[in-house]
C-alpha cells in the first residue's frame, strides 16, 4: 500500500530515490514470523521508515545523490539502521538529498530536485529535503536525515515538520558518508514530537565504531512527554535574531511564538549573542575543509564512479572527480583545499576554529543562567525552485541561524509554528545545552 502511495505520488515530488521493496518484505515477514512464534516486538515493529541517502544500507544502493556513488551498493549497515532493525522498522527506501549533503534546497541533486510537498513549485529546504519531503507528502511517518550545518532542522521548517538534531556524539556517525565529521549528526524528522522523542531512543547511544560518540547512560524520551508542563522554564531570545534580512512574516510569526510561550508560563528574556553572523564563515571554512578531505577517498580508484578515458593512473583520479562530482561539491572542494594550505591554514582554518571555541563558550554561558534558547530556523520562506541557484552565497546567508549549533555541538529541534498569508510553512528551533535533549523535547511537546 505504501508503495502504491509512494509510485503514484512521489513522480511529482521525487523525494525517493530508491525503493527497497524486497528487503522491505522481508523484514514484513521477519515479523510476522515474530508474531506467530509469539516473541515480543520491537519499540518500532512495521513503522516505515526513509533514510536520507547518505546513511549506508547493507544491500540497498547509498548514493549521497551523486553520480560518483550512483551504483554504489554498501555491503554492511550504518549503526543507526542496525538499531532501527533492531526494534523491527521496515526500512522501505532511500531518499534524496543535496550531493554529499552540500545545500540547503536540495536542488544539488543528480537525480534532480525534490520538491515541497505544500507547494511543488518551491523547494523542500536542504540538504535532507528528501527526508523532509517524505515525511510531509505522508508516505512515511518517520525519516533520517543529517544536519551539519540546518540540513535537518532546515528542511523540515520548510516542510512544516518536525526535525530533531541531536547533541554532537549522541548518535553514532558510524556508516554516515562524512560531510564535515567535526559537525554531523544523524536525527529524525517526524510528524509529531513523540515520534521523533521515539526514534531518537533508538537511535542513540555510546558505539566503539565511532571514536567521537559519547559514553553515556541511556535515555528515555517518550515517557517524559506525558502532561509536560513549561512553568518557570527559563527562556533566552538573542536580539541579533531579529535583524534585517528576516522575513517580515517570519519575524510577526517568532514575536507571536515568544508570546506563546510566555503564555505556557515560560520566562522568556532578551540577551544578546555578539557572534552570529561570524559563524557563517567559520562553519563554511570548516565544514569545506573537512569535506576536501573526506571527499579524497573517491579518487575512482578503490569504489564508485571511474571514467572510461584515461591513460595512467593520474587521469583516472582527475577525470573521474571532474566528471563525477557537481558543481557545489567540486567549489567546496577547492574552498576547502585552499583554506588548508600552507600559508593559508593560520589565516583560514586556525581563525575559524578559534572563532568555533568562542560559540561553544558563548552557548555554554547563556546555559548556565536559561534552560533553552529560543530562534527562527531560517530568515527566508520555502523559496521557488532555481530561485537561489545562481547565486551560492545568498543561499549560504540563509544558513545563518542552523550552522551555530552545529559548531558548537549542542542540540536542537525544528518544529512548525505555523504558516504565513500563502499557506506556507514557518517553524522555529529550541536549542538546548549538551546532552539535555529531553528538555527541548519537554518544551517541544508543551508548544506543539
Ligand atoms: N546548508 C549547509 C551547507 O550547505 C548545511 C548542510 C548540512 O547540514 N548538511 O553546508
Same mark, same amino acid.
Given at each position: 500500500?505504501?508503495?502504491?502511495?509512494?509510485?503514484?505520488?512521489?513522480?511529482?515530488?521525487?523525494?525517493?530515490?530508491?525503493?527497497?521493496?524486497?528487503?522491505?518484505?522481508?523484514?514484513?515477514?521477519?515479523?510476522?514470523?515474530?508474531?506467530?512464534?509469539?516473541?515480543?516486538?520491537?519499540?518500532?515493529?512495521?513503522?516505515?521508515?526513509?533514510?536520507?541517502?547518505?546513511?549506508?544500507?547493507?544491500?540497498? $544502493?547509498?548514493?549521497?545523490?551523486? $553520480?560518483?556513488?550512483?551504483?554504489?551498493?554498501?555491503?554492511?549497515?550504518?549503526? %543507526?539502521?542496525?538499531?532501527?532493525?533492531?526494534?523491527?522498522?521496515?526500512?522501505?527506501?532511500?531518499?534524496?538529498?543535496?550531493?554529499?549533503?552540500?545545500?540547503?534546497?536540495?536542488?544539488?541533486?543528480?537525480?534532480?530536485?525534490?520538491?515541497?510537498?505544500?507547494?511543488?513549485?518551491?523547494?523542500?529546504?536542504?540538504?535532507?529535503?528528501?527526508?523532509?519531503?517524505?515525511?510531509?507528502?505522508?508516505? %512515511?511517518?518517520?525519516?533520517?536525515?543529517?544536519?551539519?550545518?540546518?540540513?535537518?532542522?532546515?528542511?523540515?521548517?520548510?516542510?512544516?515538520?518536525?526535525?530533531?538534531?541531536?547533541?554532537?556524539?549522541?548518535?553514532?556517525?558510524?556508516?554516515?558518508?562524512?560531510?564535515?565529521?567535526?559537525?554531523?549528526?544523524?536525527?529524525?524528522?517526524?510528524?509529531?514530537?513523540?515520534?521523533?522523542?521515539?526514534?531518537?531512543?533508538?537511535?542513540?547511544?555510546?558505539?566503539?565504531?565511532?571514536?567521537?560518540?559519547?559514553?553515556?547512560?541511556?535515555?528515555?524520551?517518550?515517557?517524559?512527554?506525558?502532561?509536560?508542563?513549561?512553568?518557570?522554564?527559563?527562556?533566552?531570545?538573542?536580539?541579533?535574531?531579529? =535583524?534585517?534580512?528576516?522575513?517580515?512574516?517570519?519575524?510577526?510569526?517568532?514575536?507571536?511564538?515568544?508570546?506563546?510561550?510566555?503564555?505556557?508560563?515560560?520566562?522568556?528574556?532578551?540577551?544578546?549573542?555578539?557572534?552570529?553572523?561570524?559563524?557563517?564563515?567559520?562553519?563554511?571554512?570548516?565544514?569545506?575543509?573537512?569535506?576536501?578531505?573526506?571527499?579524497?577517498?573517491?579518487?575512482?580508484?578503490?569504489?564508485?564512479?571511474?571514467?572510461?578515458?584515461?591513460?595512467?593512473?593520474?587521469?583516472?583520479? %582527475?577525470?573521474?572527480?571532474?566528471?563525477?562530482?557537481?558543481?557545489?561539491?567540486?567549489?567546496?572542494?577547492?574552498?576547502?583545499?585552499?583554506?588548508?594550505?600552507?600559508?593559508?591554514?593560520?589565516?583560514?582554518?586556525?581563525?575559524?576554529?578559534?572563532?568555533?571555541?568562542?560559540?561553544?563558550?558563548?552557548?555554554?554561558?547563556?546555559?548556565? $543562567?536559561?534552560?533553552?534558547?529560543?530562534?527562527?530556523?531560517?530568515?527566508?520562506?520555502?523559496? =521557488?525552485?532555481?530561485?537561489?541557484?545562481?547565486?551560492?552565497?545568498?543561499?549560504?546567508?540563509?544558513?545563518?541561524?542552523?550552522?551555530?549549533?552545529?559548531?558548537?555541538? %549542542?542540540?536542537?529541534?525544528?518544529?512548525?509554528?505555523?504558516?504565513?498569508?500563502?499557506?506556507?510553512?514557518?517553524?522555529?528551533?529550541?536549542?538546548?545545552?549538551?546532552?539535555?535533549?529531553?528538555?527541548?523535547?519537554?518544551?517541544?511537546?508543551?508548544?506543539?
Amino acid at each position: 500500500k505504501i508503495y502504491e502511495k509512494i509510485e503514484k505520488e512521489d513522480k511529482q515530488i521525487n523525494s525517493f530515490i530508491t525503493l527497497s521493496k524486497e528487503l522491505a518484505k522481508k523484514q514484513a515477514e521477519e515479523i510476522d514470523d515474530k508474531i506467530k512464534n509469539g516473541e515480543s516486538l520491537g519499540k518500532l515493529a512495521g513503522i516505515p521508515i526513509a533514510i536520507k541517502d547518505n546513511i549506508c544500507t547493507d544491500g540497498i $544502493k547509498t548514493t549521497c545523490a551523486s $553520480k560518483m556513488l550512483e551504483d554504489f551498493i554498501p555491503p554492511y549497515d550504518a549503526t %543507526v539502521i542496525k538499531k532501527l532493525k533492531a526494534e523491527d522498522a521496515i526500512i522501505i527506501g532511500k531518499v534524496n538529498m543535496d550531493e554529499f549533503a552540500m545545500g540547503s534546497s536540495c536542488e544539488n541533486s543528480y537525480f534532480g530536485p525534490t520538491k515541497n510537498p505544500v507547494d511543488i513549485s518551491r523547494v523542500p529546504g536542504g540538504s535532507s529535503g528528501g527526508s523532509s519531503a517524505s515525511v510531509a507528502a505522508k508516505f %512515511v511517518p518517520i525519516s533520517l536525515g543529517s544536519d551539519t550545518g540546518g540540513s535537518i532542522r532546515q528542511p523540515a521548517g520548510f516542510c512544516g515538520v518536525t526535525g530533531l538534531k541531536p547533541t554532537y556524539g549522541k548518535v553514532s556517525r558510524f556508516g554516515l558518508i562524512a560531510f564535515g565529521s567535526s559537525l554531523d549528526q544523524i536525527g529524525p524528522i517526524t510528524r509529531s514530537i513523540d515520534d521523533a522523542a521515539l526514534c531518537l531512543e533508538v537511535i542513540q547511544g555510546h558505539d566503539k565504531l565511532d571514536n567521537t560518540s559519547a559514553k553515556l547512560k541511556y535515555d528515555t524520551y517518550l515517557d517524559k512527554l506525558n502532561n509536560v508542563d513549561i512553568q518557570n522554564m527559563k527562556i533566552a531570545v538573542a536580539k541579533e535574531f531579529i =535583524k534585517k534580512g528576516l522575513n517580515e512574516e517570519i519575524k510577526n510569526n517568532f514575536l507571536e511564538t515568544i508570546e506563546k510561550f510566555k503564555s505556557l508560563g515560560a520566562k522568556v528574556e532578551y540577551i544578546s549573542m555578539p557572534i552570529t553572523e561570524e559563524g557563517l564563515s567559520a562553519y563554511y571554512i570548516i565544514s569545506s575543509a573537512e569535506a576536501s578531505s573526506n571527499l579524497a577517498r573517491f579518487d575512482g580508484i578503490r569504489y564508485g564512479y571511474r571514467t572510461k578515458t584515461y591513460e595512467d593512473v593520474n587521469d583516472i583520479m %582527475v577525470n573521474s572527480r571532474t566528471e563525477a562530482f557537481g558543481k557545489e561539491v567540486k567549489r567546496r572542494i577547492m574552498l576547502g583545499t585552499y583554506a588548508l594550505s600552507s600559508g593559508y591554514y593560520d589565516a583560514y582554518y586556525n581563525r575559524a576554529l578559534k572563532l568555533k571555541k568562542k560559540i561553544k563558550d558563548q552557548y555554554k554561558e547563556i546555559f548556565e $543562567k536559561y534552560d533553552l534558547i529560543l530562534s527562527p530556523i531560517s530568515p527566508v520562506l520555502p523559496f =521557488k525552485i532555481g530561485e537561489k541557484t545562481s547565486d551560492p552565497l545568498e543561499m549560504y546567508l540563509a544558513d545563518i541561524y542552523t550552522i551555530n549549533i552545529n559548531l558548537a555541538g %549542542v542540540p536542537a529541534i525544528s518544529i512548525p509554528s505555523g504558516k504565513n498569508k500563502d499557506g506556507l510553512p514557518i517553524g522555529i528551533q529550541l536549542i538546548g545545552k549538551h546532552f539535555d535533549e529531553e528538555k527541548i523535547l519537554r518544551a517541544a511537546k508543551a508548544f506543539e
